[in-house]
């Protein structure tokens, strides 16, 4: 007996020392160390690895972290959010209602060891902007009256009349047509978009061998007016011992531009230059320009390990780029002096008239561009400096430099902090212009002397201009300097949070060597950034594993009686687990409008859908975009504390009704984007029995997304609110109460939940409040495979009508928007899969998909069909 638990324990022993034995290596592993030449070489190498990470920690900031998948890196799993502010700009006296650009961007990414020494590493981004950005420079007399709202957004006024003197100066001339002096200040025109959605995808699949890594990979991104696919190849080569690094990759970018053209600027815009890209749609006369354009691009970069605790890096890349390479959106004032009409001008002046034209730049472009940086690990400070430069230079005359630094301290506890600033000084485009002079008619028209009819009309000769012109401040001599800081906090179980600040400002003094821009074009701006990043090595290495062949089974098996993907709260954690997860979802509406159950026809729309007001406009399709990062943790076993931030993004597209006047304003798709709101709950455990569960949940929804977002400016006059669909939130403070039972007996697995919103607060900042919903719905669900498992789930939900209506302008032509028009009983089945990865690298992730079909609607009012929705949901506990 004494022999046997000897052996026992002995075996103990030895399966405790080989599981310390394998945690060691895998850890020295994925921290880069290897085994030295020398034993002298031992304390260089951990220096090392401190060096390594925190460049890696410097390098990776929220908010500016590399939108290209890179699979030779660490795994991770990573969450940012970032918020870019730009500040007034300079107009002087001349007031704009325009408010400035703002982004808000998600970006989310995922590097994984699939098997062996596969990687996957992929990227998903999203920005939503709105604001004003300016889409020319003009004379600020230009008009003759400094306070004339050419800068107020107000796109007819972009063309006007000037006067200039002998030397081409801007004159202010009186209301007697008296020159009262020379104003040469110049001021951009602003221009507001409703707000716009971009969305990027990219993939790499990389291969390591001892010394080589070998990647591709592609993805594509995607706007309303803007779409492009990419490809990629590139590698690592090591040698030296893995001292010195050779890294190289090449990419090709195919891009479309179908940019639709201002409704209101179209008038006051000469597109001549373009009329063969240009596309007119017969049914609204909605204008395109088409542009298409090719990027090929090659890098090639060294790193080189000069000591224990310094590292090198210098690389070069080439960028061609081929076709449509404009700004569709950028136009260039010209002042056009015809000698038929100088008898106007005072003596000594020249009269001109003032025209946009679409810019034109030229159709290839060559870029080059050469950087070196330098990481110095500090031992008396714990600390590792960043030092880095850059040179570019193109073929259209731009040489820009830019200097950075960067300092990565250790506070303690797990907290870093990195401070950095950076300088960017760059020569303006040969063919950058604040505005063009030409004296040439725009138009010459010859009419017939008696009856006054226009006989013929020329337009001005475009060979008197020069070949590309462009007053895109992007392509103007400036400098710019910025500074931020990072903080970052090391949680327990290989969890990263990181915030950051960064200013920037912008201004032509500020360029190498003077010469810049004038002041009308300097601005600043501010970004914010949130992030959240998961160590997937040491996640690997924190989680249990028990008998060889039985690692996450316990893990396993509680992911697989988990509820459907489309179910939110259907779960608890144990006492002190962690649980990270990323849930999407996507909702359409298209096809008929209902009215109660039925469709209804565009007549019975046009006479009853706009509370009395005739309609000439219905949604012909509305896409719905939700991403909500999961957080839960489990102080005590009874208690659940969960946190749910949230973006969306959504599009619709509206059509004229039959019989109706077509609008353009609104026969075409616009979106909306950016934070949604967030969501705590606090999950109290009811029961838990053999095979049966029951929890209550109580929440509480922030009112963090906006409510209101407005259309883009028309005629200088107030855009008005979007439609209630389309606002980012509720508005209002929301309480989200829920009951769940959850029961499982063998592979089968069951459950149901009650579910509500209940608004506190009857109406919001914008004057209206959505309605109160409630949701029933039970599942069940098979394990297939030990891994794998299928449900089925039937879904009840109740909406109230909204409450109140926009306090300001909005539309009245659309059943959208009217509150008359929402709410209603849904009934909906959903069918969904579930994955766990039940053992190896990846063990404990779980996948789960699910799609909710529509079997019966009743609304009220007139409403889109809605056609379905789709739940994805990724999470890992720990």
């Known amino acids: 007996m004494a022999a046997t638990d000897r052996q026992r324990r002995t075996r103990r022993r030895v399966r405790i020392l080989r599981w310390l034995s394998l945690r060691l290596a895998s850890f020295l592993r994925l921290s880069g160390w290897r085994r030295p030449a020398r034993p002298s070489r031992r304390p260089a190498a951990r220096t090392g690895a401190s060096l390594r990470a925190l460049t890696a920690a410097a390098l990776v900031l929220p908010g500016i972290a590399p939108v290209a998948a890179r699979a030779a890196e660490d795994d991770e799993v990573s969450f940012q959010y970032g918020h870019y502010q730009e500040g007034e700009r300079h107009l002087y006296d001349v007031h704009s209602d325009a408010k400035p650009l703002q982004v808000d961007s998600l970006l989310v990414n995922g590097r994984f060891t699939l098997f062996d020494r596969f990687k996957l590493a992929v990227n998903y981004l999203q920005d939503s902007w709105s604001g004003a950005t300016p889409i020319t420079t003009a004379p600020l007399v230009m008009g003759g009256n400094r306070s004339h709202d050419g800068v107020s957004g107000a796109t007819p006024f972009i063309n006007g009349d000037l006067y200039l003197d002998r ?22 025109t602003l221009s507001s978009a409703s707000q ?53 990759g090449g990419s090709v970018t195919a891009s479309d531009t179908t940019a639709l053209l201002d409704h209101d600027a179209v008038p006051y815009i000469d597109t001549s230059a373009y ?97 070196v940086r330098l990481a110095q690990y500090l031992e008396r400070f714990d600390a590792a400096l960043h030092f880095g430069y850059r040179y570019y230079h193109d073929d259209w005359g731009i040489d820009a430099n830019t200097l950075e630094a960067s300092w990565s301290q250790p506070l303690g506890h797990g907290w870093l902090i990195t401070p950095r600033i950076r300088y960017y000084s760059q020569s303006a485009a040969d063919f950058y212009v604040d505005y063009l002079v030409s004296n040439q008619a725009y138009q010459t028209v010859v009419s017939d002397p008696d009856t006054g009819d226009i006989i013929s009309l020329t337009p001005f000769n475009p060979r008197l201009l020069p070949r590309s012109f462009s007053s895109d401040q992007r392509l103007s001599g400036f400098g710019a300097l910025s500074g931020g800081l990072t903080l970052s906090k090391q949680l327990a179980n290989g969890i990263r949070l990181e915030s950051s600040f960064e200013y920037y400002t912008h201004e032509g003094k500020l360029k190498l060597g003077g010469g810049g821009e004038g002041s009308f074009a300097d601005y600043d701006y501010w970004v914010i950034g949130l992030g959240l990043r998961l160590d997937a090595n040491a996640l690997h290495a924190f989680q249990p594993s028990g008998a060889p062949g039985d690692e996450h089974e316990g893990h396993a098996g509680h992911g697989l009686t988990r509820p459907p993907a489309g179910v939110m709260l259907g779960h608890m954690l144990g006492a002190g687990d962690t649980m990270v997860g990323f849930q999407y979802m996507f909702e359409r509406r298209s096809g008929d409008v209902l009215h109660g159950a039925s469709s209804a026809s565009d007549a019975q729309i046009a006479a009853s859908g706009c509370e ?60 909306t984007g950016g934070l949604g709101d967030t969501r705590a709950f606090a999950l109290l455990r009811l029961f838990d029995s053999e095979g049966q569960h029951a929890h209550l949940g109580l929440g509480l929804s922030v009112p963090i997304g906006d409510v209101n977002v407005q259309f883009a400016p028309s005629h200088g006059e107030a855009g008005g609110f979007e439609h209630y669909d389309m606002q980012l939130g509720s508005g209002t403070w929301d309480f989200l109460p829920s009951l769940t039972y959850t029961g499982r007996l063998e592979r089968l697995a069951w459950g149901a939940q009650a579910s509500g919103v209940v608004r506190l607060q009857h109406v919001n900042r914008s004057g209206y409040g959505l309605g109160d919903v409630v949701q029933l719905t039970a599942w069940s669900s098979y394990d297939l495979q030990r891994w794998l498992s299928a449900s089925l789930r039937g879904v009840y939900t109740r909406q109230g009508r909204i409450a109140g209506e926009f306090d300001g302008t909005h539309g009245t032509t659309d059943p959208v928007d009217f509150p008359s028009n929402s709410g209603g009983e849904y009934w909906d089945v959903g069918v ?23 079997v019966a609607q009743q609304v009220k009012g007139y409403q889109l069909e809605r056609r379905g929705s789709l739940f994805v949901l990724w999470s890992v506990d720990f």
């Open 275 to 371: 009329r063969d890209q240009i596309h007119v749609d017969p049914q609204t006369g909605n204008r395109t320009l088409n542009g298409q354009r090719r990027d090929w691009s090659a890098q090639l970069g060294l790193t080189r390990i000069l000591g224990p605790n310094t590292r090198l890096d210098a690389g070069a890349a080439f960028v061609r780029s081929r076709g449509y390479l404009e700004n569709p959106y950028k136009v260039v004032e010209v002042a056009f002096i015809d000698p038929a009409q100088q008898i106007v001008a005072p003596p000594g002046t020249s009269f001109a008239q003032v025209r946009a034209l679409l810019e034109q730049r030229p159709n290839v472009r060559n870029q080059w561009t050469f950087d």
């Open 167 to 188: 030397h081409g100066n801007p004159l202010e001339v009186n209301g007697f047509g008296e020159v009262t002096g020379t104003n040469t200040q110049n001021v951009h």
């Open 832 to 854: 969904g899969l579930g994955a766990t990865v039940p053992s190896g690298y990846l063990a404990g992730n779980r996948l789960s998909v699910e799609w909710l079909q529509p």
């Open 196 to 248: 716009e959605t971009r969305q990027q995808l990219d993939a790499q699949l990389g291969h390591e061998w001892d010394d080589l890594e070998l990647h591709g990979g592609g993805g594509f991104s995607y706007e309303n007016d803007y779409e492009s696919w990419f490809a990629q190849l590139g590698g690592r080569w090591d040698f030296d011992q893995k001292r010195t690094s050779l890294s190289f």
């Open 612 to 671: 009395g007001d005739p309609c000439r406009s219905a949604p012909r399709r509305m896409d719905m975009n939700m991403y909500m990062l999961d957080l839960m943790w489990a102080p005590i076993d009874w208690l659940n504390l969960m946190l749910m931030p949230s973006m969306v993004d959504m599009q619709m597209d509206l059509r004229a009704l039959a019989g109706s006047e077509v609008d353009p304003h609104t026969s075409h798709e616009h979106s």
